[in-house]
């Protein structure tokens, strides 16, 4: 069984830093893709970031140049550090990554349980 659990949300003050974290545990033979994705409340869960095995990563235009995701393969973790914090980022956190694993040998799709982060002053 696989899983993925993520850590490091809680409450931070505008212009604030928070870094989140997510392991992967289970039959893993190799992770492709890792992701972070975001619900805010009252809204549709959006795109945060991505990454790939080989480390290329895409952003949503509202946290480019200020989150920055990054993965530990050998320990088959994704993060999440983000600076300059607004009210606006406030939701709940998603991991998510495309994990071949097994047996039997198969890909699928996983989500984490989601982590809060509020951003108030």
């Not at 047996?103 to 996983?110: G, K, L, S, V």
Request: proline share 5%.
């Amino acid at each position: 069984q696989v899983q993925l659990v993520e850590s490091g949300g809680g409450l931070v003050q505008p212009g604030g830093s928070l870094r989140l974290s997510c392991a992967a545990s289970g039959r893993i033979y190799s992770i492709v893709a890792m992701g972070w994705y975001r619900q805010p409340p009252g809204k549709q869960r959006e795109l945060v970031a991505t990454i790939t095995a080989r480390r290329t990563t895409a952003y949503a235009d509202s946290v480019k140049g200020r989150f920055t995701i990054s993965r530990d393969n050998a320990k088959n973790m994704v993060y999440l550090q983000m600076n300059s914090l607004n009210p606006e980022d406030t939701a709940v956190y998603y991991c998510n990554a495309n994990i071949t694993g097994g047996p039997p040998i198969r890909t699928n799709n996983y989500w984490g349980q989601g982590t809060q982060v509020t951003v108030s002053s």
